[in-house]
């Protein structure tokens, strides 16, 4: 029999794969990656081996999806179509990669995934498998299997013994971890639809919202966001931090119609309260402290290093090469930022660093001017030349 690992969710196409498998002559060992979606993991342990797995992982990777990918993505600046903090995107090469380590230590033939063949993140998952254990069987049974709906995959269920805990409508698609949460499907299809309240889930409706704006000042270090509120706290309890303060705040909306890989455009709703915090706190601390060049030169990184990462590859040699750039390029990315949360709002109103290149002098229009503002003269006589008719 062969023996494949399985990135488990819990939900129903990734339970209704282990029958389907099992029919097929596999053995399953099911990997649940605990990334901060919130659910009962004992219940999904015990749903895998109901629903026929030998054996289940239960991985804690918070801590790592923070550090490991969030933290190196909000250094490169990195938004995809200038909007979405890539939280689902960041996940899956992550759990990837932990499924397969559990792969070689099983000794297992193949790894298994429960994408869809429209999405993206099909591609995540086996880019990561191809580099990372190239030679292993590779699965999808959710682009090849016989059934057309949602109903025929819980008659199939029931009818092998999985635990169908889901009603047979399922209004919305949703994707969550500590670093945000993704909605799409269901009404929200109709780009023209205002996204229901309902789905909103880390963050409040901003009439809701307090009618006094709270301010939160985060502190950095080298590019690595290092406090709240003058406290101290490590990356994982920090993003949770400003994901409780912003999200009270109804900060961290996003409405955006994407392009995937696959070439669908597609409605997607996010919810990142502190990836949008965090994203808006470390571009000003860099214009503060960054020249001018390394500022616009970083600006057509952050957009490649966003594709790199929606588009799975994220163990690829350029997206190292980047990371590199970036710890120099965050050499001086130390200091404060002051951020007012308002009804949805966030507005940054002060920032400050020991390695501040702003000069009070230079800037100045009142009194202490440094600026000789009669070599602007000659300055721009020069600036001229190139495009004056030289005969
Ligand atoms: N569009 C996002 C991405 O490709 C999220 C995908 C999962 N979304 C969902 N609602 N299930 O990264």
Redesign the pocket.
């Known amino acids: 029999m062969k023996k494949v690992v399985l990135a488990y969710s819990g939900g129903l196409d990734t339970s209704c794969i282990i029958p389907w498998l099992k029919d097929r002559g596999y053995e399953i060992i099911a990997v649940v990656g605990d990334v901060g979606q919130g659910d009962d993991f004992s219940k999904v342990k015990a749903k895998a081996i109901k629903s026929g797995a030998s054996k289940v992982y239960c991985l804690n990777l918070q801590q790592e999806l923070i550090e490991d990918y969030a933290i190196p993505a909000l250094k490169a600046g990195a938004l995809y179509e200038g909007k979405?903090n890539?939280a689902?995107?960041l996940s899956r090469p992550l759990i990837a990669d932990h499924q397969v380590q559990i792969a070689k230590k099983e000794k297992a033939d193949g790894l298994v995934h429960g994408c869809t063949g429209k999405?993206?993140?099909q591609v995540r998952f086996e880019v990561t498998y191809r580099l990372k254990a190239p030679g292993l069987e590779v699965l999808a049974p959710v682009r090849v299997w016989e059934f057309k709906s949602r109903d025929e995959e819980i008659d199939y269920a029931k009818k092998k013994g999985v635990p169908v805990d889901a009603s047979k409508k399922k209004p919305?698609?949703?994707?969550t971890n500590v670093y945000g949460r993704?909605?799409?499907s269901g009404v929200l299809e109709d780009p023209m639809v205002e996204p229901p309240e309902d789905i909103f889930y880390m963050t409040v409706d901003p009439r809701k919202a307090p009618n006094k704006p709270a301010y939160v000042e985060v502190g950095f270090e080298k590019g690595v966001p290092v406090s709240v509120n003058g406290k101290k706290m490590a990356p994982l309890p920090l993003v949770l931090k400003l994901n409780e303060i912003a999200g009270k705040n109804g900060v961290g909306r996003v409405d955006m119609i994407?392009n995937?890989l696959v070439g669908i455009k597609?409605r997607?709703l996010y919810e990142n309260p502190a990836g949008t915090v965090l994203h808006l706190a470390i571009r000003e601390i860099e214009s503060l402290v960054l020249d001018r060049d390394s500022l616009r030169f970083k600006e057509l990184l952050s957009q490649k290093y966003a594709e790199l990462t929606?588009n799975g590859l994220w163990w690829t040699p350029l997206k190292a090469q980047m990371d590199a750039f970036f710890n120099k390029y965050h050499e001086h990315t130390t200091g404060t930022v002051r951020i007012k949360l308002y009804k949805g709002t966030a507005t940054v109103v002060g920032r400050k660093s020991p390695y501040s290149r702003y000069s009070e002098k230079m800037a100045t229009y009142g009194k202490g001017d440094k600026f000789d503002q009669s070599l602007a003269e000659g300055f721009i006589k020069l600036w001229t030349v190139p495009f004056e008719k030289h005969s």
């Open positions: 979405y890539l689902c995107a999405g993206n993140d919305y698609s949703i994707d993704a909605m799409e994407e995937r597609s997607e929606y």
